[in-house]
């Protein structure tokens, strides 16, 4: 089932951050991929927080996560 995701944009700093909605994909991480480009994951450092994701399935409160850039190995 699909659900639609809002992603807000983290990086603008101190400006206004920007929010892009997102269909059909199946996940947050997904949802981030495709609106911004990157590969984030769920756990990480303040300083590379990338995004917060709101969704809400049927009759559920609303969800957020926020996503972190992935760190290369």
Same mark, same amino acid.
């Given at each position: 089932?699909?659900?639609?995701?809002?992603?807000?944009?983290?990086?603008?700093?101190?400006?206004?951050?920007?929010?892009?909605?997102?269909?059909?994909?199946?996940? =947050?991480?997904?949802? $981030? %991929?495709?609106?911004?480009? #990157?590969?984030?994951?769920?756990?990480?450092n303040?300083?590379?927080?990338?995004?917060?994701?709101?969704?809400?399935?049927?009759?559920? =409160?609303?969800?957020? $996560? %926020?996503?972190?850039?992935? #760190?290369?190995?």
């Amino acid at each position: 089932m699909f659900v639609v995701y809002r992603v807000i944009d983290m990086r603008a700093g101190e400006g206004q951050p920007v929010e892009i909605t997102i269909e059909n994909v199946r996940s =947050p991480e997904e949802a $981030v %991929r495709k609106a911004l480009g #990157l590969d984030v994951v769920r756990s990480g450092n303040r300083n590379d927080l990338v995004a917060r994701v709101y969704w809400q399935a049927a009759d559920q =409160p609303v969800t957020m $996560v %926020r996503l972190y850039r992935r #760190l290369a190995n």
